[in-house]
């Protein structure tokens, strides 16, 4: 998982997750912009090792334009890096989907993060990784009721089972065959699984975000 990034505020601690697809372009989500994100850290699973470590500042930031609150999606934002970072023996990119996802599939993924173990705990210093499974989004709906569920998401892992991401593994990558097909959002605010489903933004349907507002250098900056 050499594409994982962890998002680290002015005090150099983790706050979100990310994901590289260029040596210079890092995926995370829109949310992550209110919690004072100002560096990123590559290169290494372990946050202790600093001497390891490759931190870039973070040169421009751009978030979708229509987002506004999880719950009602877009929640998507691209990071450039003041300097690119490999692709080396510790730093890689992770490819994006070249087709829609079967959210209808049984089919099992992954997710990764810095963040909290237990509902009310903190981030931890070592990478953790979790295999989830893809839930049926009218199933995912129905148990997100009465609450608005937003368009362009795919579920995964909380209900009905006992894995699952937690705050502070927001924005980082739902991996399915070796592609980032999702990019963490929401889930209740309790990781005491399980509850809901997990809820990511589905990466297919913003290709065409990302691909132009890469090619138009981020001019697209909220």
Known sequence: ???????????????????LIREDVVVTAA?????????????THDLKKEEKEIRRDIKQRCKHKDYWDVEYGNDIMLLKLS????PNDRVKTIPLP????????????S?????????NGGAVDDLRVVNVSIIDPQVCKEQ?????????????????TKEGFCQGDSGGPLVCNGKAVGVVSYNNGNCNYPN????????????PWINQSILGDMKHYE
């Open 83 to 86: 300097q690119g970072a490999g």
């Open 111 to 119: 997710v990764a993060g810095w963040g909290y173990t237990i509902t």
């Open 1 to 19: 998982m050499q594409y994982m990034v962890s998002l680290q505020n002015i005090y150099k601690k983790h706050v979100c997750g990310g994901f």
């Open 196 to 207: 809901v489903p997990n809820v990511y933004l589905d990466l297919y349907k913003y290709l």
């Open 144 to 160: 997100w009721l009465p609450y608005n569920f937003p368009a362009n998401v795919i579920c995964a892992g909380g209900y009905p």
């Open 31 to 43: 949310h992550c912009n209110a919690l004072g994100v100002t560096s990123v850290v590559l290169g």
């Open 98 to 109: 070249t087709s829609e996802m079967n959210t209808n599939s049984t089919e099992t993924c």
